[in-house]
């Protein structure tokens, strides 16, 4: 190892891996306490996610352009999850309380037992605890030191398909990295993109990616509920092609998209159009940009119904007081926030990735919610380690300390 490695060693490097529909970003930070240095962020498009060696090639590629970049050795690496696999569970826990008052213990206790689930209903990524009861006294947010009988809770637990999640640290491996922990998508961009007095109120999270739209309420650091759903930009591309009245490819619809898509109808002129390459080299033919508004605007409007009804099927649209934050690259969409607020009926903003210093302003953006929230989660991750590793440490050597006396007692008295 060189010189300039080495010294780089000292320094607490956190590693953040966003494998997304259309590209994988890889970010590196150094912890700094409670806040965190960004380092470099890659971003490598993915030309087909459902290419198992495809990803796995692509995340070669970016673990080594990063590694020269850095001259920093890319090993534990916090990884995202979303999608259909993922989702997340009501469970309710009950214990009595031995010494007639709640204590530490007991609240581990009533969460464990509130958690413990059938391995059917997938690996467990998260725990949140909700609000505690105790006997007939309900919404306790933190029971330590009350007395009483029976001690209960409301737990969420995240799970993910168990075979996914070995697909994915497969191929994470193949690329000679180890997996240090998951956390759900949505999680960590809230933690790049909220602010506190929006999770206090309640806020929900929705993340509009390629393949997948995810969503997830917040109140205070606790998820309440999570969904996905099947449909986002890839959606949006797949109408484009079909519906302009002119066949066009994927690719060509992809980059219409970008270049002419907006949700804003009405900042269009009446007769406003855009060239498109005819099949077979036949020439450009004008498309009414109009029309691709329309085709665009109608989906968008889709995927927020979708959300707002699930939301008020699970009972969960009473707990959003404080709005809608939208993250993802279908952000880019000129007036996407307009329309969701239609449908969700509340205030709604765009996330941009705040708060860490050395963001360079093109990772400000929403499609990078996730990457840089992946650095925060790592980093809270890797403050707890160290905290309990000290306390370990501690524990140890005081355990050291108190044989050593006993030895001395044992030999000279
Ligand atoms: N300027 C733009 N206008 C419209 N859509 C855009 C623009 N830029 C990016 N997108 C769309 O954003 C989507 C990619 O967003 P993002 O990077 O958040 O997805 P991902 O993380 O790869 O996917 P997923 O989260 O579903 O796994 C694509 O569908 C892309 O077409
Ligand atoms: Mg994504």
Redesign the pocket.
């Known amino acids: 190892m060189d010189d300039s490695r080495q010294d780089k060693k000292k320094e607490e490097y956190i590693f953040g891996l966003?494998?997304?529909?259309?590209?994988i970003?890889l970010f590196v930070g150094i912890s700094e306490g409670e806040n965190v240095r960004v380092v470099e962020c890659g971003d490598f498009p993915?030309k087909n996610?459902d290419e198992y060696d495809l990803v796995v090639e692509t995340l070669q590629q970016a673990v080594q352009v990063i590694e020269n970049s850095t001259r920093v050795d890319v090993r534990d690496v916090y990884v995202g999850i979303?999608?259909q696999h993922v989702r997340s569970h009501s469970f309710q826990g009950i214990v009595t309380l031995p010494a007639g008052e709640v204590r530490e213990e007991d609240i581990e206790n009533v969460k464990k037992q509130a958690s413990t689930v059938p391995p059917s209903v997938g690996e467990i990524i998260h725990v949140f605890p909700g609000e505690y009861s105790l006997d007939e006294d309900l919404h306790i947010r933190n029971p330590k030191g009350r007395t009483g009988r029976r001690l209960g809770v409301d737990v969420q637990v995240v799970t993910a398909r168990q075979n996914s999640l070995q697909n994915l640290a497969k191929c994470i491996n193949r690329a000679g990295l180890n997996v240090a922990g998951f956390a759900l998508?949505p999680l960590a961009a809230a933690s790049a993109v909220l602010t506190n007095d929006e999770r206090e109120l309640g806020v929900a999270l929705v993340?509009?990616?390629?393949?997948?739209?995810?969503i997830a309420v917040f109140v205070n650091d606790s998820v309440r509920y999570t969904w996905s759903l099947n449909y986002?930009?890839?959606s949006?591309?797949s109408d484009i092609s079909q519906c302009l009245g002119v066949p066009i490819s994927l690719s060509k619809a992809?980059e219409i998209?970008?270049?002419y898509?907006t949700c804003t109808i009405s900042n269009l002129i009446e007769d406003e159009t855009f060239p498109v390459p005819a099949v077979g080299n036949r020439g450009d033919v004008p498309c009414s940009r109009k029309l691709l508004a329309n085709v665009?605007s109608a989906r968008v409007h889709e995927i927020f119904k979708y959300l707002q009804n699930d939301l008020k099927k699970c009972q969960v649209d009473t707990l959003i007081n404080g709005g809608i934050v939208l993250?993802?690259?279908?952000?880019?969409?000129e007036g996407i926030e307009d329309i969701a607020a239609k449908e969700f009926g509340k205030p709604v903003r765009i996330g941009h990735p705040k708060g860490m210093t050395g963001i360079q302003e093109a990772y400000q953006n929403?499609?990078?919610a996730?990457g840089i929230g992946l650095l925060y989660y790592a980093n809270m991750q890797h403050r707890d380690r160290k905290k309990s590793e000290t306390g370990a440490q501690i524990k140890v050597s005081v355990k050291k300390g108190f044989q050593r006396v006993l030895e001395f007692i044992r030999t000279y008295l």
């Open positions: 966003d494998i997304g529909a259309s590209k970003n993915l996610a979303a999608g998508e993340d509009i990616g390629a393949a997948s739209t995810d986002a930009g890839n949006i591309t992809e998209k970008k270049k898509g665009i993250t993802g690259g279908c952000c880019a969409l929403p499609s990078y996730t």
